[in-house]
């Protein structure tokens, strides 16, 4: 039963590089979710989507581009790596209000 | 601006005891609020929900509180247990007038629980 699965676990980028992260749920959730954690603070939401083909912005969105071709992926992509985009990301999915998140992606950029 | 504040970065609570934690928001649209649990290098988990219509939900061990009025809710655990200690956030999020079903969670900075033996 996997649930929400995020690859890689972990990145170290250089500043001006880019990535996408991964991100697959096999609960045919409609709506998924991307968020970054600072250290000390909290969840902020950067992207999110309401099912395939629908995407919107969170709190966060900037220096990110999401897309949702299926109801199972939801991959954030980053272009131009920054250092300010050193964070841990997690990606979450729901049917209602209960959501669930994935193990996490932590991000160095240097 | 932070919608959903958690005031108090860390708690020590003893074995047994009650664990309090507490929770403020600022928008009155929000109408669903959630508590999640984190261990270290693990993503959230879920722990408990309640609906703006309540004012208590219960599940063994763990209730949430309400207070609509002051915008304020809160979660107690009795009794604590080592098992606890972790970090706790609360999420808020406002369905209403929303696409249908849609569930934008916003949430606090967290809590650091620590229950000692």
């Known amino acids: 039963n996997a649930g929400v699965t995020q690859t890689p676990k972990f990145r170290i980028l250089k500043i001006g590089q880019s990535m996408t992260l991964q991100c697959t749920q096999d609960?045919?959730?409609?709506?998924m979710y991307w968020y970054r954690q600072d250290p000390g603070m909290g969840l902020k939401l950067i992207y999110y989507?309401?099912?395939?083909?629908?995407?919107d912005k969170g709190e966060v969105p900037n220096g990110y581009n999401v897309s949702r071709s299926t109801t199972e992926d939801f991959p954030l992509r980053l272009e131009l790596a920054a250092p300010s985009q050193t964070s841990v990301y997690f990606c979450?999915?729901?049917?209602?209000?209960?959501?669930?998140f994935g193990q996490g992606t932590r991000l160095t950029v240097v | 601006d932070q919608q959903v504040k958690q005031n108090s970065p860390s708690l020590s609570v003893q074995e047994g005891r009650i664990s309090i934690l507490n929770c403020d928001y600022t928008n009155s649209m929000f109408d669903y609020f959630l508590w999640y649990k984190k261990y270290p290098a693990e993503g959230p988990t879920f722990l408990i929900s309640i609906s703006s219509i309540k004012d208590k939900n219960e599940d063994g061990r763990f209730t949430v509180f309400l207070n609509k009025s002051a915008k304020h809710l809160s979660l107690h655990i009795v009794p604590s247990q080592p098992g606890d200690s972790a970090v706790y956030f609360c999420?808020?999020?406002?369905?209403?007038?929303?696409?249908?079903?849609?569930?934008?969670?916003?949430f606090g900075t967290g809590t650091r629980l620590k229950v000692l033996a």
């Open positions: 999420a808020a999020s406002a369905s209403r007038g929303t696409t249908s079903g849609t569930y934008k969670y916003i």
């Open positions: 979450a999915s729901s049917q209602q209000a209960r959501a669930f």
């Open positions: 989507s309401v099912g395939a083909g629908i995407t």
């Open positions: 609960m045919n959730h409609n709506y």
